[in-house]
């Protein structure tokens, strides 16, 4: 059984840096084809995709966001992290992180989603 | 960048067929796949690779896509399938991404 779940601060001021943990239990970032990705959503809009990590610790961002954004993954802890820099209000959304499944490089989606954190950028 | 682009809102009445558009500059050559959200819970993967469904997902809800449009088709409409329903494609353009559609809020009547 895939689960995934988001982890970190719910509330972060302008122009920190904000770290989120996805920590996930029934698959390995290790076997080929797997994914983890990052999707966010602001209140009452929609889903907008952030970052991806492949098994092969090859990485994807979201082009209006790939300044801002780092990705990483450690295999041992069954983690992926995702780092947002110079965080604004309208950063403001729930964030999710998804299981990406063992499928080719040009052909992702999400099958299994966690239950999201959702993030308030305020002073 | 790639565009998708779906209705904001789909009506029907319970036991009728509903369907709801994606559009995109050539869909019919990429693989999409469609997202179930209910209020206050994270998206349900209900079709993938234009067609399938994940083990669970009633055979009510079926998928196509061809041309400049997908469709997602749910037959004989439930309340229970009051939500909003994204698609995704992976655009695979010199700056490769995952891109949504802007969603489709679905009202059982």
């Known amino acids: 059984q895939i689960t995934l779940k988001e982890s970190g601060p719910t509330l972060v001021k302008p122009t920190q840096t904000l770290t989120l943990t996805c920590t996930f239990s029934?698959?390995?970032?290790?076997?080929?084809?797997?994914?983890v990705g990052w999707i966010r959503q602001p209140p009452g809009k929609a889903l907008e995709w952030l970052a991806l990590?492949?098994?092969?610790?090859?990485?994807r961002y979201s082009p209006s966001l790939k300044s801002r954004l780092t990705i990483t993954k450690d295999t041992s802890k069954n983690q992926v992290v995702l780092t947002m820099t110079n965080m604004d209000p309208v950063d403001t959304a729930t964030y999710y992180c998804?299981?990406?499944?063992?499928?080719?490089?040009?052909?992702?989606?999400?099958?299994?989603w966690g239950q999201g954190t959702l993030v308030t950028v305020s002073s | 960048s790639y565009v998708l682009t779906q209705p904001p809102s789909v009506s029907v009445a319970p036991g009728k067929t509903a369907r709801i558009t994606c559009g995109g500059n050539?869909?019919?050559?990429?693989?999409v796949h469609w997202y179930q959200q209910k209020p206050g819970q994270a998206p349900v993967l209900v079709i993938y690779?234009?067609?399938d469904r994940p083990s669970g997902i009633p055979e009510r809800f079926s998928g196509s896509n061809s041309g400049n449009t997908a469709t997602l088709t749910i037959s004989r409409v439930e309340a229970g399938d009051e939500a909003d329903y994204y698609c995704?494609?992976?655009?695979?353009?010199?700056?490769?991404?995952?891109?949504f559609g802007g969603g489709t809020k679905l009202t059982v009547l």
């Open positions: 998804a299981h990406n499944p063992r499928s080719p490089k040009g052909v992702t989606y999400f099958d299994y």
């Open positions: 029934g698959f390995s970032l290790s076997t080929s084809g797997v994914g």
């Open positions: 990590i492949y098994w092969d610790d090859d990485k």
């Open positions: 050539n869909i019919g050559s990429k693989s």
């Open positions: 690779y234009d067609s």
């Open positions: 995704q494609v992976w655009d695979s353009s010199s700056d490769p991404r995952v891109v």
